[in-house]
Nanobody
């Protein structure tokens, strides 16, 4: 059974940085899948933060473009989200999953990111 575990969240002041990790266990085909980071702020719907194809091509939401960077290590079944120049509006629970949500893994618990003074 595939397990998704996000980690690396925490509290950070505006302008700060965090690096999130997404570890996928039990998936033989992780390296072939486009993956994505999502986030959900309190009282709001989940939104796509950005995605990465199997060969490393990335795309980002306009709200994070130039500040966030997605990468992956296919040998370790891990995906990363480097978040720089964080803003209070980036506060949310961050999740990772397949980009194609019609074939999504079971969702992990996510990792809370709080950006505040």
């Amino acid at each position: 059974q595939v397990q998704v575990v996000e980690s690396g969240g925490g509290w950070v002041q505006p302008g700060g940085s965090l690096r999130l990790s997404c570890a996928i266990s039990g998936s033989r085909f992780f390296s072939t899948y486009a993956m994505a980071w999502y986030r959900q702020a309190a009282g709001k719907s989940r939104e796509l933060v950005g995605s990465i194809t199997s060969d490393g091509t990335t795309n980002y939401a306009d709200s994070v473009k130039g500040r966030f960077t997605i990468s992956r290590d296919n040998a370790k079944n891990i995906m990363y989200l480097q978040m720089d120049s964080l803003k209070p509006e980036d506060t949310a629970v961050y999740y990772c999953n397949r980009f194609n949500l019609r074939s999504a893994y079971a969702w992990g618990e996510g990792t809370q990111v709080t950006v505040a003074s």
